[in-house]
C-alpha cells in the first residue's frame, strides 16, 4: 500500500506542475497581448495627435484667408465692383466696417 500511496502523491504532483506550467505559458501570453495592445494604443495616439496639428494648421490657414481684412485685399487688388444684395445694416460705410455696431447689436 504505501508504493500505491507514493504514486498517488507523484501523480498529484506532476498534475499540479502540469497545471502551474499551463497557468503559467498563459499568464505570459496574456502578458505579451497587453505589450502588443499598449503599443498599438501609442501608436493611434501619436496619430490622432498628428492628425489633430495638422487640423489645426488647416483651420489657421482657413482663418487667415477668410479673415475680413484678408477678402478686402483680394477684392481690392482684383478691382472688383462688389455692391450688397441688400442695405447694409446701421448705416454702416461697408461690410467689413466693425467701428461702430448696427441698431440692435451689442459687442
Same mark, same amino acid.
Request: hydrophobic fraction near 40%; glycine fraction near 2%; charge should be positive.
Given at each position: 500500500? =504505501?508504493?500505491? +500511496?507514493? &504514486?498517488?502523491? %507523484?501523480? &498529484?504532483?506532476?498534475?499540479?506542475?502540469?497545471? $502551474?506550467?499551463?497557468? !503559467? @505559458?498563459?499568464?505570459?501570453?496574456?502578458?505579451?497581448?497587453?505589450?502588443? @495592445?499598449?503599443?498599438?494604443? $501609442?501608436? %493611434?495616439? +501619436?496619430?490622432?495627435?498628428?492628425?489633430?496639428? *495638422? @487640423?489645426? +494648421?488647416?483651420?489657421?490657414?482657413?482663418?487667415?484667408?477668410? $479673415?475680413?481684412? !484678408?477678402?478686402?485685399?483680394?477684392?481690392?487688388?482684383?478691382? @472688383? *465692383? %462688389?455692391? =450688397?444684395?441688400? =442695405?447694409? =445694416?446701421?448705416? &454702416?460705410?461697408?461690410?467689413? +466696417?466693425?467701428?461702430?455696431?448696427?441698431?440692435?447689436?451689442?459687442?
Amino acid at each position: 500500500m =504505501p508504493h500505491e +500511496d507514493v &504514486k498517488a502523491v %507523484m501523480i &498529484k504532483l506532476l498534475i499540479c506542475i502540469f497545471s $502551474a506550467s499551463i497557468i !503559467a @505559458l498563459l499568464l505570459l501570453q496574456l502578458r505579451q497581448q497587453h505589450m502588443e @495592445l499598449s503599443h498599438q494604443t $501609442a501608436r %493611434m495616439h +501619436d496619430q490622432i495627435r498628428s492628425r489633430q496639428a *495638422k @487640423l489645426w +494648421d488647416q483651420q489657421v490657414q482657413i482663418a487667415i484667408y477668410t $479673415a475680413p481684412n !484678408a477678402i478686402q485685399r483680394t477684392v481690392d487688388a482684383h478691382n @472688383l *465692383k %462688389m455692391a =450688397p444684395q441688400q =442695405p447694409l =445694416p446701421g448705416g &454702416k460705410q461697408s461690410w467689413i +466696417d466693425v467701428s461702430r455696431p448696427a441698431q440692435g447689436e451689442t459687442r
